[in-house]
Nanobody, 130 residues
Framework: EVQLLESGGGSVQTGESLRLSCTISGFTLTDADIGWYRQAPGNKCELVSNINTGNGRTWYANSVKGRFTISQDNAKNTVYLQMNSLKPEDTAVYYC???????????????????????WGQGTQVTVSS
């Protein structure tokens, strides 16, 4: 069974940093597509960043480019999202995802955790106050 466990969320002030962790079990990270989505109340699920753990290629949404960094630690089966210079508009629940063998890259579901061909974590809340 594939399980994703996110941690590292919290409440911070504008300009501060957080590092989210996603520890994955039951799935080998040697050549996988891992992503971070987020969803704020009333908003659509938004893809924030992704990484291919085989070639190391990364992608970022324009809204976070230059502030967020995605990275991997294969020895720990963990993917990180370093978030710097946080803004109130970054406030959301953040979800880690692993693309399953039949999944398409990178869909835009209305609500996170509803695309059945991804494995999803439970989410971690990030709140940024001004």
């Amino acid at each position: 069974e594939v399980q994703l466990l996110e941690s590292g969320g919290g409440s911070v002030q504008t300009g501060e940093s957080l590092r989210l962790s996603c520890t994955i079990s039951g799935f080998t990270l040697t050549d996988a597509d891992i992503g971070w989505y987020r969803q704020a109340p009333g908003n659509k699920c938004e893809l924030v960043s992704n990484i291919n753990t085989g070639n190391g290629r990364t992608w970022y949404a324009n809204s976070v480019k230059g502030r967020f960094t995605i990275s991997q630690d294969n020895a720990k089966n963990t993917v990180y999202l370093q978030m710097n210079s946080l803004k109130p508009e970054d406030t959301a629940v953040y979800y880690c995802t692993v693309v399953a063998p039949r999944g398409h890259l990178w869909v835009s579901p209305k609500n996170c955790r509803t695309y059945e061909y991804y494995y999803w974590g439970q989410g971690t809340q990030v709140t940024v106050s001004s």
